[in-house]
C-alpha cells in the first residue's frame, strides 16, 4: 500500500518546504485569532442600542490601544529571547534554552507586566480621556479597561513561552493552545455580552471578563506543554535559576531597540488614534472595524515574518549565511502572495463584510471605503514585515527601529494631521497616511536587508 504524502512532502524545494513548516502553524493560529476577534467585535455590533453598540466598539478601539503599547513591548523583548534561542537551537546549544527562557519571563513580569497591570486598573479614567475617549465610550468601557488589564499580566507571560518555542521551531503547540483558547473565549463572549443561560448580561464588560479568562486558561495549557515530556523545550523545575549578567546583556542589546521601535509605533499610533478620535464616535467605530478586519490581512506578512526569524536565527548559528539569506527572500515571497489574496477579497468585498458588523449604513460605507485604501498598503506591508522579522532573527533590531521612527512618527502622524485637520478629508486622509508610512518603512527595510551587513550580527 503506497502512503500518501502530506502537501509539504510534496514540496521539492527544501527551503520553501522548511519555511511553510514554520509558517502555517504560526498563520492558522493568528488568522484564527483574528477571526475570533472580528467575530467578538461582530457580537458587540450585534447590540440593539445602536448608540450603546458604537459607544462599546469605540471603547475597546480606546482599549486596545495601550493594551497594545504594553503587548508591543513584551514582543520586544521576546525578540532579544528568540535571537538568542534560535541561535543556540541552530549551532547545538540546547543546554542554554532553558536559560534563557526564565531570563526572558522574569524580565518580562518584573520590568513591564506587572507595572502596567496596575498602572491600567489605577488609571482607567485619565487614560481612557488621554486617549480621545467620548463620554459614552467611557461609560460603556470602564470596567472593560480594567477587566484587560488583568487578563495582560497572563497574556505577557503566555508570549515569552510563545516566542520560546518559536526560537526553536515549535510553531504547532502554541497554535493548538491558542485556538482552544480563543473558540473558549468566543462562547464566553456570547454567553456574558448577551446574558444567556444563567449568565447576566454584561455588553462590553463581558467580553472583557471571557477574554481574561482566556488568558489563564492558556497558561495553563502552556505550562502544561512546557513541563511535559513532548516540549520541544526541556525545562525542570528542579534546576536552580542564576542570573547570567551575559544572557540580560544580550537580551538588552537585542531587545532595547525593538522596545524602542515598539515604544515609538505605539506612542505614535495612540495620537494617530486621537486624531481619528477627534472624528466622532461613529467615525472611530468605523475605524475600529476597519482596523479589526485589517488585522486579518496582514497575518500573513507576521506569520512568515515570525517563521524568517527562527530560521534565519537557526541558520545563521549554524554558520549558514547564504541559507539564511535564502530562507529571508523565500518567506517574504510566500507572505506577500497571501496578502495579497487577502487584500483582493477586501477590496472587492468590502462592503458585504463590513456589514457583518453592523446595520449602521453610515459605518458600513466608512468602512468599506478603508478596506479599499488597506488592499494597496498590503503589499508594501507584508514585505516590510517579513524582512523586518528576518533582520530581528539575526539580532539586527536597529534598522527596524530607524523605519518605525520615520516612518509612523514623522511620517503617518504629520501627513494624517494635515489630510483630517486641515484638509478635512476625514478618515480617507488618515488612511491615505497609512498607505505612505508604509511604504516608506518597506524601502528602509529593504535597503538594509540589501546590504548584507545582517548576517554579521555576533551573539554571544
Same mark, same amino acid.
Given at each position: 500500500?503506497?502512503?500518501?504524502?502530506?502537501?509539504?512532502?510534496?514540496?521539492?524545494?527544501? *527551503?520553501?518546504?522548511? /519555511? $511553510?513548516?514554520? @509558517?502555517?502553524?504560526?498563520?492558522?493560529?493568528?488568522?484564527?485569532?483574528? +477571526? %475570533?476577534?472580528?467575530?467578538?467585535?461582530?457580537?458587540?455590533?450585534? *447590540?440593539?442600542?445602536? /448608540? $450603546?453598540?458604537? @459607544?462599546?466598539?469605540?471603547?475597546?478601539?480606546?482599549?486596545?490601544?495601550? +493594551? %497594545?503599547?504594553?503587548?508591543?513591548?513584551?514582543?520586544?523583548?521576546?525578540?532579544?529571547?528568540? /535571537?538568542?534561542?534560535?541561535?543556540?537551537a541552530g549551532s547545538k546549544k540546547e543546554n542554554?534554552?532553558?536559560?534563557?527562557?526564565?531570563?526572558?519571563?522574569?524580565?518580562n513580569l518584573i520590568i513591564l507586566a506587572i507595572p502596567v497591570t496596575i498602572i491600567g486598573i489605577l488609571y482607567t479614567d485619565q487614560i481612557m480621556l488621554f486617549m480621545g475617549a467620548q463620554p459614552d465610550a467611557l461609560a460603556a468601557g470602564r470596567i472593560y479597561f480594567k477587566v484587560i488589564m488583568m487578563g495582560f499580566l497572563f497574556q505577557s507571560f503566555n508570549m515569552s513561552i510563545t516566542a520560546a518555542l518559536r526560537g526553536v521551531g515549535e510553531t504547532k503547540a502554541s497554535m493548538k493552545i491558542n485556538i482552544i483558547a480563543n473558540f473558549f473565549n468566543v462562547i464566553g463572549n456570547a454567553v456574558l455580552i448577551y446574558g444567556l443561560f444563567i449568565f447576566p448580561e454584561l455588553g462590553v464588560t463581558g467580553a472583557g471578563v471571557s477574554t481574561a479568562i482566556s488568558h489563564v486558561f492558556a497558561t495553563v495549557m502552556l505550562l502544561s506543554y512546557l513541563l511535559s515530556k513532548n516540549s520541544v523545550i526541556k525545562v525542570n523545575l528542579k534546576n536552580k535559576f542564576k542570573v547570567n549578567k551575559r544572557i540580560i546583556k544580550n537580551l538588552i542589546r537585542i531587545g532595547l531597540p525593538a522596545s524602542l521601535e515598539s515604544?515609538?509605533?505605539?506612542?505614535?499610533?495612540?495620537?494617530?488614534?486621537?486624531?481619528v478620535a477627534g472624528l466622532g464616535t461613529v467615525a472611530y467605530a468605523s475605524h475600529q472595524i476597519a482596523l479589526n478586519i485589517l488585522s486579518l490581512s496582514f497575518k500573513p506578512g507576521q506569520a512568515f515574518g515570525i517563521a524568517a526569524s527562527s530560521l534565519v536565527g537557526m541558520s545563521l548559528g549554524g554558520?549558514?549565511?547564504?541559507?539564511?539569506?535564502?530562507?529571508?527572500?523565500?518567506?517574504?515571497?510566500?507572505?506577500?502572495?497571501?496578502?495579497?489574496?487577502?487584500?483582493?477579497?477586501?477590496?472587492?468585498?468590502?462592503?458585504?463584510?463590513?456589514?457583518?458588523?453592523?446595520?449602521?449604513?453610515?459605518?458600513?460605507?466608512?468602512?468599506?471605503?478603508?478596506?479599499?485604501?488597506?488592499?494597496?498598503?498590503?503589499?508594501?506591508?507584508?514585505?516590510?514585515?517579513?524582512?523586518?522579522?528576518?533582520?530581528?532573527?539575526?539580532?539586527?533590531?536597529?534598522?527596524?527601529?530607524?523605519?518605525?521612527?520615520?516612518?509612523v512618527l514623522g511620517v503617518r502622524v504629520v501627513i494624517a494631521h494635515i489630510l483630517v485637520n486641515q484638509f478635512q478629508l476625514g478618515l480617507a486622509g488618515a488612511w491615505i497616511a497609512v498607505f505612505i508610512d508604509q511604504f516608506v518603512r518597506w524601502i528602509f527595510i529593504k535597503l538594509r536587508f540589501r546590504t548584507g551587513k545582517w548576517k554579521y550580527i555576533r551573539i554571544h
Open positions: 500500500m503506497v502512503e500518501k504524502k502530506s502537501f509539504l512532502d510534496r514540496i521539492e524545494n527544501p *527551503i520553501r518546504k522548511d /519555511a $511553510l513548516k514554520l @509558517a502555517w502553524p504560526v498563520l492558522t493560529e493568528l488568522l484564527l485569532g483574528s +477571526l %475570533f476577534g472580528m467575530i467578538d467585535m461582530m457580537m458587540l455590533g450585534w *447590540i440593539a442600542d445602536r /448608540a $450603546l453598540s458604537a @459607544a462599546s466598539i469605540a471603547a475597546v478601539g480606546i482599549t486596545n490601544q495601550p +493594551l %497594545f503599547l504594553g503587548l508591543s513591548l513584551a514582543q520586544a523583548l521576546n525578540v532579544g529571547g528568540t /535571537a538568542m534561542i534560535s541561535r543556540y542554554k534554552i532553558e536559560n534563557v527562557l526564565r531570563h526572558v519571563i522574569l524580565l515604544l515609538f509605533l505605539r506612542s505614535a499610533l495612540i495620537i494617530f488614534v486621537r486624531i554558520k549558514k549565511l547564504k541559507q539564511a539569506e535564502e530562507y529571508a527572500k523565500e518567506t517574504r515571497k510566500l507572505g506577500s502572495i497571501f496578502s495579497s489574496v487577502i487584500a483582493v477579497i477586501l477590496f472587492l468585498f468590502g462592503r458585504s463584510i463590513a456589514s457583518l458588523y453592523t446595520s449602521d449604513p453610515i459605518i458600513i460605507q466608512n468602512t468599506a471605503m478603508i478596506l479599499k485604501i488597506i488592499a494597496f498598503v498590503q503589499p508594501f506591508q507584508s514585505s516590510q514585515l517579513i524582512l523586518a522579522g528576518a533582520l530581528r532573527g539575526a539580532g539586527d533590531t536597529l534598522w527596524p527601529l530607524i523605519s518605525t521612527v520615520i516612518g
